[in-house]
Each structure stands twice: as structure tokens, then as C-alpha cells.
């Protein structure tokens, strides 16, 4: 009989493995927060809010379809430095949300938004 304790609170103990958890935990709150964001900035800015939905949410569910083949970039590099990389790049692409500043520029948010997820997929 194994004896060997198993549940959520084990594998917390394990210090790297909690560090890596908890950053998941912190990203993933940031990336709701941004989303949210992101909408409300599209309904105050867009004429046709609609429409502006609709790109944003395809501007960041299309690079989810590309989260498979990113598995073969991802196993020819260290898994840990393509996942610092890729979240260092994120914060500094989240940024450029803050130039959008008219309805003109909402295109940027839609290119934030899809850089945003491809990266993520990583």
C-alpha cells in the first residue's frame, strides 16, 4: 500500500513549485484585470462597440489555435528561460495599451491583445 501523501497541499510545500504557482496565480489575475480593461476602454472609445468586441476577443482567441505548435518551439529551448522570456516580453507589451488614447488608435489594443495571448500560448 503506498503511503505517500498526495493533495494541493503537498505539492505546495515544494518551494519551486509554489514560487511557480503563485507567479501563474499573480499573471492570470493581471490578464482578467487587463481584459476587463480592455473592454471598458473599447466602450468608451469605439463608435460601434460591437464590432470592437468582436475584433478583440478574435485578436485574442486566434493565437490560442497556435498554443499546439508552439509545443515543438518550446521543447527545442529550457522551458523555464522561454517562460521568463515570454512573460518579460508580456509586461512590456501590455504596455502599449496605454498609447491607445482615441478611437484611431484601438488598433493597437487589438495588436496588444493578440501579442499578448500568442506570447502567452508559449
Known amino acids: 500500500?503506498?503511503?505517500?501523501?498526495t493533495g494541493m497541499l503537498t505539492v505546495l510545500?515544494?518551494?519551486d513549485f509554489l514560487?511557480?504557482?503563485l507567479s501563474?496565480?499573480?499573471?492570470?489575475?493581471?490578464?482578467?484585470?487587463?481584459v476587463i480593461a480592455a473592454l471598458v476602454l473599447i466602450n468608451?472609445?469605439?463608435e460601434r462597440a460591437g464590432i470592437a468586441v468582436?475584433?478583440?476577443?478574435?485578436a485574442m482567441t486566434i493565437?490560442?489555435?497556435?498554443?499546439?505548435?508552439?509545443?515543438?518551439?518550446?521543447?527545442?529551448?529550457?522551458?523555464?528561460t522561454v517562460m521568463i522570456v515570454s512573460n518579460i516580453l508580456r509586461a512590456g507589451v501590455v504596455l502599449l495599451a496605454l498609447l491607445v488614447q482615441r478611437p484611431g488608435q484601438l488598433y493597437i489594443l487589438y495588436i496588444t491583445a493578440f501579442a499578448l495571448m500568442g506570447l502567452g500560448a508559449l
Open 1 to 5: 500500500m503506498n503511503n505517500h501523501k
Open 13 to 15: 510545500q515544494n518551494r
Open 19 to 21: 514560487a511557480l504557482w
Open 24 to 34: 501563474q496565480l499573480v499573471s492570470k489575475i493581471g490578464d482578467n484585470f487587463a
Open 44 to 46: 468608451r472609445l469605439a
Open 54 to 58: 468582436v475584433v478583440i476577443a478574435a
Open 63 to 80: 493565437p490560442q489555435l497556435f498554443a499546439l505548435a508552439s509545443g515543438v518551439f518550446v521543447d527545442r529551448f529550457s522551458r523555464k
